[in-house]
């Protein structure tokens, strides 16, 4: 409701309860400092032992990032060939720009909680638009790899067949994670995390593999995968993952705010379109639309099962098909609701249905939707901004419903705590029943976990082995974190 919206101006709110560090130039990134005058207040407090492992992360990365003497020291390594690696005061895990924006929102958050639990420091390459989208999250530093990086021209052609792939090398035996002594290893690795990897990529989730992995100082990874829920399921890391986040639904709610500040150019287009269109609502609902079948929509079956949930979970109220209903007062309870997909259709008709028919409770529907981009086009800069710009209003509602596999919609619930109403994936065209089901946790769901117990070295249902980590509401065979 709207008085979410009245915050007292304090030094806590800005910073999200001591989440963000303090002392950034406020205008170089207004979304900073700005986003808890749009978001309401988190109910999930940022624990303390997160917060002093943050600060102490932000001094490693002032310490080793680009330009530093400890940097310059782990990158001769690179440049040098030597075909092992030595020691080095840093070590880094670099992660590539791939896939689709909420994918790499994801993976972005992801391989930070990794560098976390592997005491390492995150760089992220630039790709075509990741710096026009987000500002730098650690201060008096850069976590975007810098144009020179030896390796740049690497990425591209870097698979699961590369010589430095860590899966291909332990197939073909040039690494052994399992010797008694830890083998020598190459100054950097590439982890092929991507949905199509193969099991031994996914050894990367096993303990011994981790301690091999330790030795190098640079992890060069692509994900287009959430992997948080099976890095609960690597024994070394599980105690310090219960530690950071004692509440452990918060995983990305908590390092998505932390790490991804829109630009003051998104921003301008979350705000802009928050206050001439949402803010004065009594009530906001987002529904995000995301189908997944062949061909041109908007699809009939969609547009049924949108309103069925609707009407099943009353998010929002019925019409009164015989125009009954005539509204007495002239300032009724207003509902805005955002719409965001790539088709028109949708909202189209929503918006349609609540004006030729009153709603039963006499309360004004307004249906808001700010593109309609036709079908994704991330390769473009004005394309990925209004994306990220609809993710962030989405998780500005008060109720989310979102549209199962996507992960646009992991990104909204998460930013915004909201446990979302998650519509399911229709087959063969037909309007699923239920429609529609509430989400167990706010946090997004693994698309392409391993299923290895790396003990026991056999197949196993990774879904059932803690009670925290289960498999998904919308993908059986994914895990969440819950
Ligand atoms: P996913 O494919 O749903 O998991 O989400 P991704 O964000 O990874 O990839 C989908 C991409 O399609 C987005 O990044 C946008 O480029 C585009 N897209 C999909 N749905 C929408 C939408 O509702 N609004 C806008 N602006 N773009 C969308």
């Known amino acids: 409701n709207s008085q979410s919206f009245e915050h007292v101006e304090g030094a806590d709110d800005k910073l999200l309860g001591g989440l963000l560090p303090s002392g950034f130039d406020v205008a170089s990134c207004l979304s900073r400092y700005q986003s808890f005058m749009y978001r309401k207040a988190s109910p999930f407090k940022p624990p303390s032992y997160l917060i002093s492992r943050l600060r102490k992360y932000e001094e490693q990365h002032r310490r080793c990032g680009p330009g530093t003497q400890a940097y310059n020291e782990a990158l001769s390594q690179l440049k040098s060939g030597n075909q092992s690696a ?5 070590n880094y895990v670099v992660w590539i720009s791939f896939s689709g924006l909420g994918n790499r929102i994801l993976t972005v958050s992801a391989a930070f909680l990794y560098a976390l639990l592997s005491n390492r420091i995150l760089l992220i390459d630039p790709g075509t638009d990741m710096t026009d989208l987000f500002c730098e999250p650690f201060p008096d530093t850069s976590w975007f790899l810098p144009h020179d990086f030896p390796l740049n021209n690497k990425f591209n052609g ?9 899966g291909f090398m332990l197939k073909k035996n040039l690494l052994n994670a399992s010797a008694e002594e830890v083998p020598a290893v190459p100054p950097y690795l590439y982890l092929h995390l991507g949905h199509d990897y193969n099991d031994h990529d996914k050894l990367f989730f096993c303990d011994e593999d981790q301690t091999l992995l330790d030795k190098v100082p640079w992890l060069i990874m692509r994900s287009d995968n959430y992997f948080v829920p099976s890095l609960y399921l690597i024994p070394s890391f599980e105690q310090e993952l219960f530690k950071l986040f004692p509440e452990k639904v918060t995983i990305f709610h908590h390092l998505g705010r932390y790490l991804l500040h829109p630009t003051n150019e998104v921003w301008g287009l979350i705000t802009r379109y928050y206050n001439a269109y949402l803010a004065r609502a009594d009530e906001r609902i987002g529904i995000q639309i995301r189908t997944f079948e062949e061909g041109p929509g908007p699809f009939q079956h969609v547009n049924d099962q949108i309103l069925s949930c609707i009407s099943k979970e009353k998010l929002l109220p019925e019409v009164d098909r015989d125009n009954l209903a005539f509204g ?10 955002l719409v965001t997909s790539l088709d028109a259709g949708y909202s189209d008709s929503l918006r349609e249905l609540y004006w030729e028919h009153p709603t039963v409770t006499g309360e004004a529907v307004g249906f808001y939707q700010p593109s309609h981009e036709g079908f994704q086009q991330s390769h473009k800069k004005n394309h990925n901004r209004k994306a990220l710009a609809e993710m962030y209003l989405l998780s500005l509602s ?14 909204a619930q998460g930013f915004g705590g909201l446990k979302p109403w998650i519509l399911y994936k229709p087959e063969d065209k037909k309007t699923p029943n239920p429609a529609c089901g509430r989400a167990m946790s706010i946090e997004p769901c693994f698309h392409a976990p391993p299923f290895w117990d790396c003990k026991a070295k056999t197949g196993i249902d990774t879904g059932k082995l803690v009670p925290h980590v289960r498999h998904c509401e919308d993908i059986s065979w994914g895990l969440k974190v819950v």
């Open 158 to 166: 870097f698979n699961q067949k590369s010589s430095r792939c860590h």
């Open 398 to 411: 008060d109720k989310l419903v979102t549209s199962a596999w996507s992960t646009f919609g992991y990104v």
């Open 328 to 337: 007495l007062s002239k300032n009724p309870r207003s509902i805005a609701v």
């Open 86 to 90: 030595v020691p080095t005061e840093c």
